[in-house]
């Protein structure tokens, strides 16, 4: 049990992160998942293996990379079920941009055989950013020519696709507190918690912005004692 003695492959902050779940300085699904992404940007961030001009050709490569990352975290802590999300979803989008690529260069090369050299569509005014992928489930890639731009690179594609997913991540925490706070919380109502979510808190804390009157009990344990810092926050929140 727990991490073994050799692993080869390893990004260093992949390896720090290990230590943290193992140690439980990260603990919490949100801020394990979250931490994960960041780690793997900075992964992305360096590895020689996007060192091309595009992604076409090496998926599985960077797929293996990735998923030895993965496999390592793992080891040091069961996964919760937003890193196991987050790294079956950035396998997906990174195959999906791959084979987008792949039929935009063929689409090319039929049309220049029959026109002669066309240029590429213009990308001026384009924001990828905010078109590749608009919701928190796998979508199809509106606009693979925002693949191909000749200012985007295959990292910047990679480490943008984590940057989604955690603003995405962030969008349906938020979304779930707005939907589901005002039905579960009325004045007088007594909440139990049981040590501390990140998510329980951010309902705690809407409801108190909305003037619900309520008591909250929070059962806490070793040896984290994690309840001691949500009593205290939510007693700042007066």
Not at 68 to 85: D, N, T
Not at 190 to 214: D, P
Request: aromatic share 6%; hydrophobic share 40%.
């Amino acid at each position: 049990e727990g991490r073994p003695q050799t692993f080869t492959g390893l990004h260093p902050r992949i390896a720090e992160l290990g230590v943290l779940y193992q140690s439980m300085r990260i603990v919490g699904g949100n801020a394990r998942t979250i931490a994960l992404i960041d780690a793997l940007k900075d992964a992305m961030l360096h590895t020689p293996i996007l060192n091309v001009s595009s992604l076409s050709g090496i998926e599985r490569e960077l797929e293996h990379y990735i998923k030895k990352q993965v496999e390592y975290l793992s080891l040091c802590r069961e996964p919760c079920a937003g890193m196991a999300y987050v790294a079956k979803l950035f396998s997906k989008r990174l195959f999906a941009a791959s084979s987008l690529l792949s039929g935009v260069s063929d689409v090319k090369s039929e049309e220049s055989s029959v026109n002669g050299a066309n240029p590429a569509p213009s990308m001026s005014g384009f924001s990828m950013r905010s078109s590749r992928f608009a919701a928190v489930a796998p979508s199809p890639i509106q606009h693979p020519s925002a693949l191909q731009s000749s200012t985007t690179t295959p990292r910047d594609v990679v480490v943008g696709f984590l940057d989604d997913m955690k603003e995405e991540i962030f969008a349906s925490l938020h979304a779930m507190v707005e939907d589901r706070g005002p039905q579960h919380i009325k004045d007088g109502d007594v909440i139990l918690c049981l040590g501390r979510s990140s998510a329980i808190e951010l309902i705690l804390k809407q409801a108190a912005a909305r003037n619900t009157k309520f008591s909250v009990v929070i059962v806490d344990g070793a040896p984290l004692f994690e309840g001691r810092g949500l009593a205290w926050r939510l007693q700042q929140q007066k």
